[in-house]
């Protein structure tokens, strides 16, 4: 088991992964790494992220970097869980570049909904999180979930009406 991933070691991590990459591309980070690199959680076990594109070349880089760092890698982003929002890429924010390789931190929308959708304590700690720190406002999370809601019935782990009270509730406590 490796240990989990302090904001030095996600910076380690993107440093190396642009270090190890020739081919340009964007790279998302999402959850756990988001939360660390904005310094409202100490770890996480995980750094969660979508390479776009996705390429050998990126996956021979995770490969190697998740045994040299010692860090725990997931390919998973929000739009894994629920529909993609209109919008996420542009409502991304950049972090910086390394190499070839921008960095991102996903749509604190989409995080946000996926971390209702899924209602951990440490989901309902991050949102509360965002909410806090003006990420993100709750007449847009609102829309941008009924612009989502149609398309909920292509997944069906998910509960419509479960999911619509979690996103009420989360806002209402906002």
Do not use: C
Request: aromatic letters at 10%.
């Amino acid at each position: 088991m490796r240990s989990p991933s302090n904001r030095d070691k996600v910076l380690k991590f993107m440093e190396d992964l642009g270090r190890h990459t020739k081919k340009e591309g964007r790279v998302y980070l999402t959850g756990g790494a988001t939360a660390v690199l904005l310094n409202w959680r100490d770890t996480t076990i995980d750094i969660d992220i979508k390479p776009v594109p996705e390429t050998d070349e990126i996956f021979r880089a995770i490969a190697t970097l998740k045994n040299e760092l010692s860090v725990n890698i997931e390919l998973a982003s929000p739009g894994d869980f629920i529909p993609p929002l209109p919008g996420w890429e542009e409502r991304s924010v950049f972090i910086g570049v390394q190499g070839a390789l921008h960095f991102f931190h996903y749509d604190f929308y989409s995080q946000a909904l996926s971390k209702m959708e899924r209602g951990h304590v440490q989901d309902q700690k991050d949102v509360a999180e965002m909410f806090s720190r003006g990420l993100i406002q709750r007449e847009t999370l609102l829309a941008l979930f009924e612009s989502i809601r149609p398309q909920l019935i292509r997944y069906p782990a998910l509960d419509e009406e479960a999911f619509a009270a979690k996103v009420k509730e989360a806002v209402h406590h906002a």
